[in-house]
């Protein structure tokens, strides 16, 4: 069984069917690249798989259970994790302040519970802290960890982000464009250590992403997508000798051995 299934995934925005009965199996502990133009539907899968909309129609199974209808915490409750924003980092706390607040995700305390909790509170405190330094270590970070995020580079900040996910121990890591404004040397410094830490930790993982070096050096399996239709699906090898996908994605001139980055 699939660790998440999408059946016959639809959903309309007034007359713009963004998702055309789709079907994707997301396999556990497997690194699927979720690939295609602007506009085919890959950030849409995203929203309808973490609740942010509902689709028109088909369903969603998390190992077997159907989660279509559930809010976007319950299901997050249930280990679907999208990536954090650098936009939803706490800038003026510290860097492992902001992987703690992962960890309350899963941990039961809450952020507010933290600050006025007891002393239960507070021994789950002090395991949670432990917790986040082995976090920051796993990223390199751990001589980072009081400094505020607010002046971290851009490329920690981006790490920091997914630290945070992976602080709630997800079930399911769906990474949204997660190397967006790094240079090519933080790309790879990142691409590898996020493979490295997931397949540690059996995490499976969704990556949508336009950086098709990034996309074909990290992804076990790559599923593309144009005009929220699958167009084909495979091993990076596979996807990269693709006729239909050198024509609707690539570009017919592009060379499919090195297509290099996608706009």
Known sequence: MPLLEAE???????????????????????????????GAGKSTFINVVSGFHKPSSGRITLNGENIVGLRMDQIASKGIIRTFQ???????????????????????????????????????????????LEISNLFNMGHLSNEMTANLPHGHQRELGVAMALAAEPKLLMLDEPVTGMIAEETLRFMNTIRAITKKKGTTTLLIEHDMKAVMGFCDRIVVLNFGKKIAEGTPEKIQKNQDVIKAYLGEKKDAQNPGPAS
């Open 86 to 132: 650098v936009s939803n980092l706490f800038m003026s706390s510290s860097v492992l302040r902001n992987i703690q607040v992962g960890f309350h995700l899963q941990s039961g305390i809450g952020f507010w519970g933290s600050i006025l909790g007891n002393s239960k509170t507070r021994r789950q405190e002090q395991v949670l802290h432990e917790k986040a």
């Open 8 to 38: 016959h995934l639809s959903i309309r925005f007034g007359g713009l069917k963004a998702l055309d009965k789709l079907d994707i199996q997301i396999e556990e502990g497997e690194i699927l690249g979720l690939i295609g133009p602007n």
